[in-house]
């Protein structure tokens, strides 16, 4: 757990009526880390893990339990990408149900967290006015 936040601080909205919180980047980081390996793989697309899209901003109960769970599926899910990533050896390679080029997806890999990154600074300073933490 982010130090020096509880979890309903993590489960605070920035800006009502926004749901975005550090809370549900976590979740959301999780889904997009499946969402990601669908693309990629050829088998039977992972089902989505909280949900239709945008639910996993839908935080019903800011508890301990719930921040310990979504960052346990956000290093799964990092993990189980990182470990498909790891066997393409041709970056251009097109894979997947989707094509998509193994590089391009590395680059949209990082800046997806590049922002979501800004925004929990945002969220982290309305919070507790730490900054560039």
Known sequence: MPRGLDARQLAER???PSTLSLLGLLRHLGEVERD??????????EG????????????ERPDDAQVS????VL??????TDL???????????????????RELMVHRIEEYARHGGH??????????????
């Not at 990601?36 to 697309?45: A, D, L, T, V």
């Not at 989505?48 to 935080?59: A, M």
């Not at 290093?75 to 189980?80: I, K, N, T, Y």
């Open 14 to 16: 920035s800006v009502p």
């Open 36 to 45: 990601w390996r669908n693309w990629i793989s050829q088998g039977e697309p």
């Open 48 to 59: 989505r893990i909280y949900g239709p899209p945008g639910s996993e901003f839908d935080i």
């Open 69 to 72: 769970q979504a960052l346990v």
């Open 75 to 80: 290093h799964r899910e990092q993990q189980a």
């Open 84 to 102: 498909l990533l790891e066997a393409f050896e041709d970056l251009g390679q097109r894979v997947g149900r989707e094509q998509v080029v193994v």
């Open 120 to 133: 929990a600074d945002l969220l982290r300073e309305c919070l507790d006015g730490r900054v560039g933490q």
